[in-house]
């Protein structure tokens, strides 16, 4: 029996007749290719123009206030400190003062083991006895040469010459002349032995260790029976501060920063002891020599510091902020404005569109400026953004704190959109 359809059904199915071109997967498969095509073209072409226009990354101008400051670390010291020796050797018999204790001018610190000292003075005092002893003698002896050769010459005179002798006179005015000679050499001895005498006693008076100042003890190196030897390097016993009130600190600029600092400038400090707390200070000195450490180059400033609650301490270390220049009321640019240049950023931005590119780091720009006091009339240029369009105003800049900078010129005007970077430049 045969199962072939009938033709009134193959003619339904439509069995053996030819499909459409359109119903086939190629025309299709091309035509989505075309579109792909275009549709990236205008993309690329989009990218290119909206690349062509460059895009700037602006700053407003406008007036302010600029303060310029000079960063040093330094230590704070005494303005007058006095370091205690002894000019004698001996045995250190009592102490007398304490660390922190207030002293005065010419109070005993220490006192020496005198009992040498004393025995010299006595010994000394005897010797000048003896010298005026002597020269008590001499001076009875003379008074009686002179009467011996005086009366000789008046025999001589009233004999007509004939008694006493020549040689009776000549012997009589040899003993006067050297009763005279002993009664000057009795009264050098006395002038020596005073002399040592003096010595004597200075050295004893010089055994009790006294203040120079009047002030406070901040260091005591000595204990009774500590034995002091006396050189050309003497021992510090006592370190004594005059007034703690008043001290100073003593900060190290680097020349980078010294032809900024002068005398008069303000300061404030802070010391690690009391980190929230701002201490003001004055420079009071910027000294000429140098000091080289590790080859870095600086000089030393010396600043002015009141201690009235005593709060501060010698030998602290402090970091003080010195204020170089203040402007008010004047127009100020960040400082990328000053370096900005439409052609070299238009390059900087064209050769950095890569990914590589934009990973590795920047060299910083030439000509960085550093805080600081620009030179009177330095002629400078800014970029500001005018109807879409960079356009170059001529400014003298002035202090700069290393972020913005100080300009001046006669068409700046408030609000004016001040180029400060590109974005995005035209394709090469």
Do not use: C
């Not at 704070?76 to 660390?99: M, N, Y």
């Not at 002349?177 to 010089?206: F, H, I, Q, Y």
């Not at 080289?292 to 600086?298: E, G, M, P, S």
Request: no cysteine; hydrophobic share 45%.
């Amino acid at each position: 029996m045969s199962t072939s359809p009938t033709p009134a059904i193959e003619a339904l199915l439509g069995s053996g007749a030819t499909r459409p071109w359109w119903r086939g997967p190629t025309p299709w498969l091309v035509a989505l290719l075309v579109i792909v095509i275009v549709a990236g073209t205008w993309w690329w072409r989009s990218s290119r123009e909206a690349a062509a226009v460059p895009s700037y990354a602006t700053e407003p101008l406008a007036r302010g206030r600029l303060t310029v400051t000079v960063t040093a670390n330094g230590t704070l010291q005494p303005t007058h400190k006095a370091d205690i020796g002894s000019e004698l050797s001996g045995t250190v018999a009592r102490v007398l003062v304490d660390v922190n204790d207030r002293v005065k001018k010419g109070q005993v610190l220490a006192q020496l083991d005198t009992e040498k000292l004393t025995d010299q003075v006595a010994r000394s005092s005897a010797a000048l006895a003896v010298a005026q002893a002597k020269v008590r003698q001499a001076e009875a002896t003379l008074v009686d040469a002179r009467g011996n050769d005086l009366r000789l010459k008046e025999v001589a005179r009233l004999s007509g010459g004939r008694v006493p002798s020549q040689a009776e006179l000549a012997t009589a005015e040899a003993v006067r002349a050297r009763a005279e000679a002993d009664l000057a050499g009795a009264r050098a001895s006395v002038v020596d032995a005073n002399a040592a005498l003096s010595v004597d006693r200075t050295n004893l008076r010089k055994a009790s260790i006294r203040s120079p100042i009047d002030g406070v003890v901040l260091s005591r190196s000595v204990d009774p029976g500590n034995a002091v030897a006396a050189s050309l390097q003497a021992v510090t016993l006592f370190t004594l501060a005059e007034d703690l009130k008043q001290l100073e600190l003593d900060v190290n600029i680097d020349e980078a920063d010294v032809g900024r600092v002068q005398e008069g400038q303000r300061a404030i400090f802070t010391v690690s002891a009391y980190p929230n707390r701002e201490y003001p200070a004055t420079v009071k000195r910027v000294a000429y020599g140098s000091t080289i450490k590790d080859n870095v180059v600086t000089y030393v400033g010396e600043l002015a510091v009141g201690n009235d609650d005593l709060s501060l301490r010698p030998g602290m270390t402090a970091t003080a902020v010195i204020t170089s220049a203040e402007r008010s009321d004047v127009w100020l640019v960040p400082n990328a404005a000053l370096r900005f240049n439409p052609e070299s950023a238009g390059a900087a931005a064209s050769a950095g569109g890569g990914i590589v590119s934009r990973l590795l780091p920047r060299l910083p720009a030439q000509g960085q400026r550093r805080a600081g006091v620009n030179k009177a009339g330095v002629a400078s240029q800014l970029w500001v953004l005018q109807d879409g369009k960079p356009v170059a105003v001529s400014v003298t800049p002035g202090a700069s704190d290393g972020r913005v900078t100080e300009v001046s010129g006669d068409r700046l005007q408030a609000g004016m959109a001040v180029i400060v970077d590109q974005t995005r430049a035209a394709a090469r």
